[in-house]
């Protein structure tokens, strides 16, 4: 799950012909280009997984509105939807996307989809949940199937009373497929809703992968498409906070796990380019009830601790780096579309 973006995303890129591959790299950042200062580092510190658990949903809010995040996105078939809906209207302004989801990934604590089995029998296992792994759903899900569950969730978050700011993909699977992809980007322009897409420099994603340059050219090529419809687009994408693995007697400890993990993220934030960058994470405040669901309890528990550690965002001060959000992004790109 961790590192869904090399599996998938580039190596995509190759396979997908949404636009002119001949495109060279912008002098301008699309932080740029959204009217941030020239040579701004701007970030997005976005939560996944609300509504995934009651812990999700306790350690995400608690993360964004008295710790530094400053964004998230819901799994919107899951069970704890409604408690992260309900407490979401105290905070009208905050930026919450959708996490699009395909699968139920957990031995134990599983959903189906929101269109139904009947409607999107491809998206669906012997249990009657969604498929675990990333593959099943490439091997038995139509791009049809993808879309109508894609709407299904939109339509959900809409009936309950909240419009996404975005969206974005669980575990990467729309990534997995080109035809899921561009069900994907079809969505967000007809909605005018962003999509989750690095399609600028790619500097830390391409350092991470060790992408080729053709691979780089085809991601700025979406992200070109992106904004030509009028949306906001990604300079850069982290997403590896999964592989950190601390000694177990750190995640014993939370004093140290939230010095080991605040480090790391002071670490990324060092490396920056100028541009918008997205640096997700899955903040999660930890009961017993979590370690029922996932063993991954330890490591979602560090990253909430470092968002609340008061020294990353005295860091980010600091440095003069600028948190944005999606919602902040999509103000911007409209004001320049007027």
């Not at 395909?102 to 089995?117: C, I, V």
């Not at 920056?272 to 009830?289: R, S």
Request: net charge neutral; hydrophobic share 40%; glycine share 8%.
């Amino acid at each position: 799950m961790k590192n869904w973006i090399m599996k998938y995303v580039f190596p995509l890129l190759f396979l997908l012909t949404l636009s002119d591959l001949s495109i060279a790299q912008s002098e301008s950042t699309f932080a740029e280009k959204l009217g941030y200062p020239k040579g701004a580092k701007v970030i997005i510190l976005h939560v996944d997984d609300m509504g995934m658990s009651y812990d999700s949903n306790l350690g995400g809010l608690e993360a964004m509105t008295k710790g530094v995040a400053n964004s998230c996105s819901v799994m919107m078939p899951c069970p704890w939807v409604p408690g992260f809906v309900h407490a979401l209207k105290q905070y009208p302004k905050l930026d919450a996307g959708l996490h699009l989801t395909l699968n139920a990934e957990w031995k134990d604590y599983r959903w189906g989809p929101l269109s139904g089995k009947t409607q999107v029998p491809g998206l669906t296992d012997s249990e009657g949940a969604m498929w675990r792994g990333v593959g099943d759903v490439v091997k038995h899900a139509t791009a049809d199937e993808v879309e109508t569950e894609i709407r299904a969730q939109g339509e959900r978050a809409r009936t309950m009373g909240f419009e996404p700011t975005h969206l974005d993909s669980h575990m990467g699977t729309i990534f997995a497929s080109p035809a899921f992809m561009e069900r994907y980007i079809k969505v967000g322009i007809e909605y005018q809703i962003p999509v989750m897409f690095p399609g600028g420099h790619n500097t830390l994603i391409a350092a991470e992968l060790k992408n080729t340059s053709a691979n780089m050219q085809m991601a700025r090529s979406v992200g070109k498409k992106l904004w030509e419809a009028g949306l906001p687009v990604l300079d850069d994408l982290y997403n590896d906070s999964y592989s950190w693995k601390p000694s177990p007697d750190i995640y014993a400890d939370d004093q140290r796990l939230q010095a080991y993990k605040t480090a790391k993220y002071i670490d990324v934030l060092k490396s920056l380019k100028p541009g918008i960058t997205m640096i997700i994470m899955h903040c999660t405040n930890t009961t017993e009830v979590f370690k029922h669901i996932s063993d991954s309890g330890p490591t979602r528990r560090g990253d909430y601790l470092a968002m609340m550690d008061p020294k990353l965002k005295q860091f980010i001060e600091k440095e003069g780096i600028i948190l944005t959000t999606w919602r902040e992004m999509m103000e911007r790109r409209r004001k320049i579309l007027l």
